[in-house]
């Protein structure tokens, strides 16, 4: 674990499937992989159910190959009164582990709901 990038959240292998046109990994797919991990790290903040409202930046570094495994980083960069945003970076590990490559990174927002689906406050620190 990288103290500036956060706690791993998750670690997957992209399939076969998963390739675009190009023989790379579809962007689509990274991006659900960051937002599952984005909501695990703002769910624990929240203690409950959050939705994904805003993806403020995004950037692609480099392309995600068949074989990578990805591991995604996550961790909280600021907290609003019903909102986190939560940094993630994704990397991958290469060649049986001897090259690591930053793959992605952005900020995801998420808003704390409650049971009617609409948005709270998030509790205390």
């Given amino acids: 674990m990288s103290d500036m990038r ?3 959240i998750l670690r997957v292998v992209p399939r076969p499937a998963d390739i675009n046109s190009n023989g790379h990994i579809f962007g689509g797919w990274v991006l659900s992989q960051m937002d599952i991990a ?3 790290v703002a769910g624990r903040i929240a203690k409950g159910a ?3 409202v805003a993806i403020e930046s ?3 570094i480099s ?3 068949l074989g990578d495994l990805v591991s995604v980083y996550a961790h ?3 907290r609003g009164r019903t909102s986190v945003a939560i940094r993630i970076d994704v990397v991958a590990t290469r060649g049986g582990g001897a090259e690591t490559v930053d793959l992605t990174s952005g900020v995801f927002t998420f808003v704390a709901l409650d049971e009617n689906h609409r948005p709270r406050l998030l509790p205390d620190a």
């Fill in 6 to 8: 956060g706690e791993v």
């Fill in 38 to 40: 984005g909501g695990i």
């Fill in 50 to 52: 959050v939705a994904t």
């Fill in 58 to 60: 995004m950037k692609f």
């Fill in 63 to 65: 392309p995600i190959l």
């Fill in 76 to 78: 909280a960069e600021r």
